[in-house]
């Protein structure tokens, strides 16, 4: 998984209450994504990093927050979770030795929101 | 934003056999479309990818081809084997690094 893990690896929680996933990455990528996986939907993008401090939003942001304080690490946060944000979370690195378009995923995160 | 239609959702070949994944896209822009492999419970593997500027890339039983007229692009796998056997997406790339993802195909590989 390209020197990337995802902690935790699964979670159940409840409906209303906060979470972060957290994605650290030991490959000095300048890119990070995180993404969501449903069935029928594909992965879709929620928000990336290009870099230290510097994030934007993806096509399902609603909801979501991130952070990026180190070039390691990702954090995304649930600041009130819903049922609707069931899903696996899939975090991706870009951006190594100059390529910048190859994406490499970690093994994701199964969360539960009940 | 950019629409990636991935056909079909479930494809089974005997082994042996070649396997065809065909994807399209609307965005005109796109320039990188990369395939991905996926195992249960476990993370997309990138496996072959191929930018806007060629028609064709080959890697071993794995090949891709564009066709940035007609927007569309396709994964060939020949003599498939049990272990090709998997969740396949295609995804293209409109810019910012941002991947629009197929909804996948699951390939069933029958010994």
């Known amino acids: 998984d390209a020197g990337i893990t995802q902690s935790p690896r699964h979670k159940v929680t409840e409906t209303g209450t906060p979470v972060t996933l957290r994605c650290h990455q030991t490959?000095?990528?300048?890119?990070m994504y995180w993404y969501r996986q449903d069935p029928g939907h594909g992965l879709r993008l929620i928000h990336y990093s290009y870099g230290v401090k510097d994030t934007d939003k993806g096509e399902v942001s609603d909801g979501y927050s991130v952070s990026r304080s180190k070039t390691e690490d990702f954090l995304l946060t649930l600041e009130s979770a819903t049922s609707s944000q069931t899903s696996v979370y899939f975090c991706?690195?870009?951006?190594?030795?100059?390529?910048?378009?190859?994406?490499?995923f970690g093994p994701g995160t199964r969360l539960t929101v009940t | 934003g950019e629409n990636v239609e991935q056909h079909p959702s479930t494809l089974s070949v005997q082994e042996g056999d070649s396997a065809v994944i065909k994807c399209t896209y609307s965005?005109?822009?796109?320039?990188?479309f990369p395939w991905y492999k996926q195992e249960l419970g476990k993370g997309p593997q990138l496996i072959i990818d191929?930018?806007?500027?060629?028609g064709e890339k080959k890697d071993q039983r794995i090949a891709v081809t564009l066709n940035k007229t007609a927007k569309h692009f396709s994964l060939h796998i020949t003599e498939t084997q049990p272990e090709d056997s998997a969740v396949y997406f295609c995804?293209?790339?409109?810019?910012?690094?941002?991947?629009?993802f197929g909804t996948g195909t699951r390939l069933t590989v029958i010994p």
């Open positions: 191929i930018r806007s500027n060629v």
């Open positions: 995804a293209a790339e409109t810019g910012a690094n941002n991947l629009f």
């Open positions: 490959e000095n990528h300048r890119y």
């Open positions: 965005d005109s822009a796109s320039n990188y």
């Open positions: 991706a690195i870009s951006g190594g030795q100059g390529i910048s378009y190859e994406q490499y």
